[in-house]
């Protein structure tokens, strides 16, 4: 079975502060592919990152860096100096071949909220 | 520009009427897919389909039905038989880039039923 937890349901941050988002993935797959989304008010998922299971080395990009752990299961995000724009819910999303779909299997996401 | 469309961005329907909404893609992406995001929550797969003639279902496909007659397009019939049909639908469509998985989504519809 697979399955993707985002144990943290909603975060509130100040201006500036770090904040990092949890995700814990479930899959019996040796190849995989696991996404981050933002969603922001207006609706649209806007993607972030894809990361292959093979490929562990983490990601950064500008205020944005993910951290990729196979032995932990875990594929956190952090934002570094958050900022008001980076208030969003965003979603983890896992996606394997366990029935050749290689259907979107997601989170039930984190909101943040980066006050001013 | 190459992307997903859907239409309309919001719908209204009164209860025991079938409403279809829009998906259409010109990224040449061979497989299609349906979410439904409620309030608070994530998104829950529907229906997919992979190839042009051929769809299968997702996790949630009681009260609704598909079609894929066109490689472009993917609309979603949500019949009078779905119990909650008032939500917020994604269409996604994805491809083998290299060893690599391109997904993308639409902008949503998002469907009030009363």
């Known amino acids: 079975a697979q399955k993707v937890t985002q144990a943290q349901t909603e975060i509130s941050v100040v201006e500036k502060e770090d904040v990092t988002l949890d995700c814990v993935y479930e899959?019996?797959?040796?190849?995989?592919?696991l996404f981050w989304y933002k969603q922001p008010p207006s609706g649209e998922l806007v993607f972030l990152i894809r990361r292959n299971s093979f490929d562990e080395q983490n990601e950064i990009s500008g205020r944005y860096s993910w951290n990729f752990q196979k032995s932990t299961s875990s594929f956190n995000f952090t934002i570094t100096a958050s900022q008001v724009v980076d208030s969003a819910v965003y979603f983890c999303a896992l996606s394997a071949p366990e029935d050749s779909s290689y259907k979107l299997i997601f989170g039930s996401g984190t909101r943040l909220l980066v006050r001013p | 520009d190459g992307g997903i469309t859907q239409s309309p961005k919001y719908l209204f329907r009164k209860e025991g009427q079938n409403v279809t909404l829009s998906c259409e893609q010109n990224l040449n992406h061979d497989a299609m897919y349906w979410y439904r995001q409620d309030p608070g929550q994530g998104l829950r797969l529907i229906y997919y389909?992979?190839?042009?003639?051929?769809?299968q279902k997702g996790d949630i496909a009681e009260g609704y039905s598909v079609s894929r007659e066109k490689k472009e397009s993917f609309p979603l019939t949500v019949t009078s038989a779905q119990k909650n049909p008032t939500a917020f639908y994604l269409c996604?469509?994805?491809?083998?880039?290299?060893?690599?998985?391109?997904?993308?989504f639409g902008p949503g519809t998002r469907l009030t039923v009363t």
């Open positions: 996604a469509s994805s491809m083998w880039v290299g060893q690599s998985l391109e997904q993308y």
């Open positions: 389909s992979q190839i042009v003639n051929d769809f």
């Open positions: 899959t019996r797959d040796t190849t995989y592919y």
